[in-house]
């Protein structure tokens, strides 16, 4: 296929039959990849049509993947990339999941925020202290990744960015509203399996923390003529390795001062999308 030939719908439309389906998505040669990230998005923007058209979904707000140099290794990319959080895929914590086979892939612990006011493309460009001013409330939060891609490590960022950026399922714990004396760089966060630790983290581990991944984020919307919205939340990427998902795991994140987020992946399998969990975060 030329790339002269790429049907960005009949792409977005492909995505979205194997998320419905449960069918492994073997990754396309790159002759059949969207050519670059504005193609990707380009097919983003159209899956986001179906997912609001056809599945009802709300957007709440953007999650980014790559802000840490061992994810970007991980992913073989070299630089962040973002997608949309949906209420149909987000649960309050503690959240219960049922397990996905081939489409849940990795737990990530992770600091999000909510941001407070509209912040208008004309304003770009932004940096953290900016991004930190406009944020309403810092949380909590796990972000499942999902995609069918096979083997999605593998897929290249313009592939998963195509498909929302690989999101599978978003949990979030309780908003706090006044952090000021809370250490989001340098804090310890954990994540633990089944009561286990499995791993260790900091927000620093994220480029420049939280408020400074959100204001690349800001910044990328802003080339694009978009702008966040207050109440828009922001998941701002892996701050420990990610964690592969398994059936019957417990899963819980600690993070200190902010507080714990945990879900429950059930072993049933009937429900073969976690995108069709319709736990609401809104």
Same mark, same amino acid.
């Given at each position: 296929m030329s790339q002269d030939a790429f049907d960005t719908m009949a792409r977005a439309r492909k995505l979205f039959r194997h998320r419905e389906s449960g069918a492994v998505f073997p990754v396309p040669p790159i002759t059949e990849s969207p050519a670059g990230m504005a193609a990707a998005y380009a097919v983003q923007d159209a899956l986001d049509a179906i997912f609001r058209g056809e599945r009802g979904y709300r957007a709440i707000g953007y999650k980014i993947a790559g802000t840490n140099p061992a994810s970007r290794a991980h992913l073989r990319i070299d630089a962040p990339f973002f997608g949309r959080l949906y209420d149909g895929m987000a649960s309050r914590s503690p959240g219960v999941l049922p397990f996905a086979p081939d489409f849940l892939r990795v737990h990530e612990p992770e600091i999000a925020i909510e941001i407070g006011r509209d912040l208008m493309p004309s304003e770009a460009p932004f940096d953290a202290a900016a991004i930190e001013a406009a944020t309403r409330a810092v949380l909590p939060a796990i972000e499942i990744i999902g995609t069918y891609f096979d083997p999605w490590a593998k897929a290249g960022a313009p592939n998963l960015a195509s498909d929302n950026a690989a999101f599978g399922h978003w949990i979030m714990g309780v908003p706090v509203t006044n952090w000021s004396g809370l250490d989001l760089l340098d804090g310890r966060v954990t994540i633990s399996i089944n009561g286990e630790v499995r791993g260790t983290g900091k927000g620093r581990n994220v480029?420049? /923390?939280? !408020?400074? =991944? #959100? =204001?690349?984020?800001?910044? =990328?919307?802003? &080339?694009? @003529? +978009?702008?966040?919205? &207050?109440?828009?939340? +922001? #998941? #701002? /990427?892996? +701050? #420990?390795?990610?964690?592969? +998902? $398994?059936?019957? $795991?417990?899963?819980?994140?600690? !993070? &200190? @001062?902010l507080g714990c987020v945990e879900v429950h992946i059930t072993p049933d399998r009937r429900a073969s999308n976690a995108g069709r969990q319709e736990g609401s975060a809104a």
């Amino acid at each position: 296929m030329s790339q002269d030939a790429f049907d960005t719908m009949a792409r977005a439309r492909k995505l979205f039959r194997h998320r419905e389906s449960g069918a492994v998505f073997p990754v396309p040669p790159i002759t059949e990849s969207p050519a670059g990230m504005a193609a990707a998005y380009a097919v983003q923007d159209a899956l986001d049509a179906i997912f609001r058209g056809e599945r009802g979904y709300r957007a709440i707000g953007y999650k980014i993947a790559g802000t840490n140099p061992a994810s970007r290794a991980h992913l073989r990319i070299d630089a962040p990339f973002f997608g949309r959080l949906y209420d149909g895929m987000a649960s309050r914590s503690p959240g219960v999941l049922p397990f996905a086979p081939d489409f849940l892939r990795v737990h990530e612990p992770e600091i999000a925020i909510e941001i407070g006011r509209d912040l208008m493309p004309s304003e770009a460009p932004f940096d953290a202290a900016a991004i930190e001013a406009a944020t309403r409330a810092v949380l909590p939060a796990i972000e499942i990744i999902g995609t069918y891609f096979d083997p999605w490590a593998k897929a290249g960022a313009p592939n998963l960015a195509s498909d929302n950026a690989a999101f599978g399922h978003w949990i979030m714990g309780v908003p706090v509203t006044n952090w000021s004396g809370l250490d989001l760089l340098d804090g310890r966060v954990t994540i633990s399996i089944n009561g286990e630790v499995r791993g260790t983290g900091k927000g620093r581990n994220v480029d420049d /923390g939280a !408020f400074g =991944a #959100t =204001a690349w984020l800001a910044n =990328a919307l802003a &080339a694009r @003529g +978009v702008g966040l919205k &207050a109440g828009d939340y +922001v #998941t #701002t /990427g892996s +701050v #420990t390795p990610p964690i592969p +998902v $398994q059936p019957g $795991q417990r899963v819980r994140a600690d !993070f &200190a @001062g902010l507080g714990c987020v945990e879900v429950h992946i059930t072993p049933d399998r009937r429900a073969s999308n976690a995108g069709r969990q319709e736990g609401s975060a809104a």
